[in-house]
């Protein structure tokens, strides 16, 4: 499909060329970045090629650019509390990600997003469990999550009683999913997503629970709450749940899910577990046995910590490997 144009207009030094390069490195994006420092320069470009779509700096919103009538508009603002009437306003100077954020959820909620991006309005839910312990269950669900994202808005929810949340950040102080059912439960609407979502390689996160207790005090209402919440107000294609059995209603959650990873171990003691769990769920449910697919994964070397330990997950034999599964498993449902 072709992309369309997004243009950015800012005279500010070096601010338009910045963020359209970055736009045009994250290939997921449904549009072709332009920059543009001088507005009359725009103009021009604007006046034979109508692009759908302009990102520009509140300075230099003229009344020949507003004549131009292009139809989705967004101003960049230097003051966070600015109004700018009917004219979407984003604050201009936080982090690319945000902004990046801010501006596709302008696009979700436009007729431009559903004619033209293309987006699907049905997330997929996929399900990484495993009844035992000590079977590389999260290295696997992030990895698949990295794999994934490649060429879908994938978002991952680590759905466990003991997360290791530090794993993507050593400093998150930031809202996370206690917080976001903590609204649920005052009747408050759930905080904007630009607020809880955070990146991590090709894949997004919202921010675990801060203790096990807060994960079982979550009820199966509220996490099919926070599912049509995502579905209605997010570019979500699909979600990543990595399961663990504290979950409320176990069974229920893994229904939803479009597909599941199970990885097992083949010692005789894990296999009472893996029998014992299969039996459960298949008397509770007539589509699990379906979707749960059993893996057997390689060795699984945990790399350092460290910036690139996204990307790492790519590299080498275990990446290769786990792309394997994915083709192997893919689901044509």
């Not at 006046?47 to 700096?57: K, T, V």
Request: overall charge negative; glycine content about 6%; charged content about 25%.
């Amino acid at each position: 499909m072709k992309k369309n144009t997004i243009a950015v207009c800012d005279s500010e030094a070096g601010y338009a060329g910045t963020l359209a390069e970055y736009l045009n490195n994250r290939k997921k994006l449904p549009f072709r970045a332009e920059a543009f420092t001088d507005p009359e320069k725009f103009c021009q470009y604007a006046g034979i090629n109508h692009p759908e779509f302009l990102l520009i700096a509140e300075e230099n919103l003229s009344s020949q650019v507003q004549a131009l009538q292009i139809p989705h508009m967004i101003v960049l603002s230097s003051d966070k509390e600015l109004e700018c009437g009917d004219q979407k306003c984003i604050y201009k100077y936080q982090s690319a990600e945000s902004l990046i954020r801010e501006v596709m959820v302008y696009c979700q909620e436009s007729a431009f997003t559903d004619a033209s991006f293309g987006y699907e309005k049905k997330i997929q839910l996929m399900g990484i469990y495993s009844p035992l312990g000590r079977c590389g269950k999260t290295l696997f669900a992030l990895t698949a999550g990295q794999i994934w994202g490649e060429s879908r808005n994938a978002l991952y929810l680590n759905m466990e009683d003991y997360s290791g949340r530090q794993i993507f950040s050593e400093e998150d102080t930031s809202q996370n999913l206690s917080d976001l059912f903590y609204h649920f439960r005052q009747g408050k609407a759930f905080p904007p997503l630009t607020d809880l979502v955070h990146s991590w390689g090709n894949l997004d996160y919202l921010s675990p629970v801060s203790s096990f207790e807060d994960l079982r005090n979550i009820s199966y209402r509220e996490w099919t709450a926070l599912f049509a919440h995502l579905e209605k107000e997010s570019s979500y294609q699909l979600l990543v749940l990595d399961v663990g059995n504290g979950v409320d209603q176990l069974f229920s959650v893994l229904d939803l899910c479009t597909q599941i990873y199970m990885p097992v171990l083949d010692d005789w003691i894990s296999r009472q577990k893996i029998e014992q769990f299969n039996k459960i769920a298949f008397s509770l449910s007539d589509t699990l046995e379906s979707k749960i697919q059993e893996l057997h994964l390689p060795f699984a070397p945990c790399a350092e910590k460290g910036q690139d330990f996204p990307k790492n997950l790519l590299w080498g034999k275990w990446g290769a490997d786990i792309r394997k599964i994915l083709e192997v498993t893919a689901f044509h449902g």
